[in-house]
């Protein structure tokens, strides 16, 4: 029904027969990347915050490719003046996209796009639950652990999560398997956890301790896809 593609550390893309939407394409300059910035191919990129790691590539994947950024309002208005298609949102706020719904949801970290001689706030950062068919994904993005994931389980439901386990910038192990118990989807795949040192997780022992509660774990290495059949929805 979908498919869920790694293409290295929180980069990833939702896709079905008709769309393909990107998340937070860094690829140029990611140890982890599969793909470069002139081959990625999407309908619609949508962006966490402002991080290089995060709006990476997006700017000029957008230009090429003619599609839009989504993204919070601020870092639109970044995107914009760089000559993007944007369409702004905000925390909170839902939109219905001709490939399905998008919402954005709080996270808690910052959002800048930092060069050496300035620091460009870029609004906050968010993460987002998106539909494609019938399958609700929540996207964390860049976040610490927030009691409000709890009612993000509850409101939405989402089949699937992507959860950062890297600590230090994000969610570690622990407080990740947390935040899966309080969401409770069925798929739970682990990102931001292996392209710096600084951020080395074992994704191995965050799936046995996720698979504890019963929900499963896939561990995407770059490049690997999975599948979200209807046997996952039931
Ligand atoms: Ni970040
Ligand atoms: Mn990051």
Request: net charge negative; proline share 6%; hydrophobic share 40%.
């Given at each position: ?9 929180a ?15 860094w ?67 839902a939109?219905?996209f ?32 998106v539909?494609l ?96 059949t ?5």
């Open positions: 029904m979908a498919r869920i593609t790694s293409l290295g550390h980069c990833f893309t939702f896709s079905n027969e008709s769309h393909t939407l990107l998340f937070d394409p690829l140029s300059g990611n140890p982890e990347a599969v793909c470069s910035a002139d081959e990625v191919h999407a309908d619609a990129i949508l962006v966490t915050h402002g991080h290089s790691d995060h709006l990476g590539d997006a700017i000029a994947v957008a230009k090429r490719l003619s599609c839009p950024i989504i993204a919070a309002y601020e870092l639109c208005m970044y995107c914009a003046r760089h000559g993007c298609e944007v369409e702004p949102m905000h925390i909170g706020g939109r219905q001709d490939f399905g719904m998008v919402k954005l949801t709080p996270a808690l970290h910052g959002s800048a796009v930092i060069t050496d001689t300035l620091i460009e706030y870029t609004g906050p950062a968010v993460g987002f639950i539909t068919d019938e399958i609700t994904l929540y996207f964390a993005g860049d976040t610490g652990l927030f009691g409000d994931m709890k009612l993000i389980g509850e409101l939405y439901e989402p089949q699937v999560a992507i959860l950062p386990i890297g600590d230090n910038f994000t969610m570690g192990p622990r407080d990740a398997v947390v935040a899966a118990e309080m969401i409770r989807p069925r798929i739970v795949i682990p990102s931001h956890y292996s392209a710096f040192e600084i951020i080395q997780q074992d994704p191995e022992s965050f799936a046995r301790s996720i698979e504890t509660e019963g929900i499963a774990c896939r561990i995407l290495r770059p490049g690997e896809a999975t599948e979200i209807a046997a996952d929805l039931r």
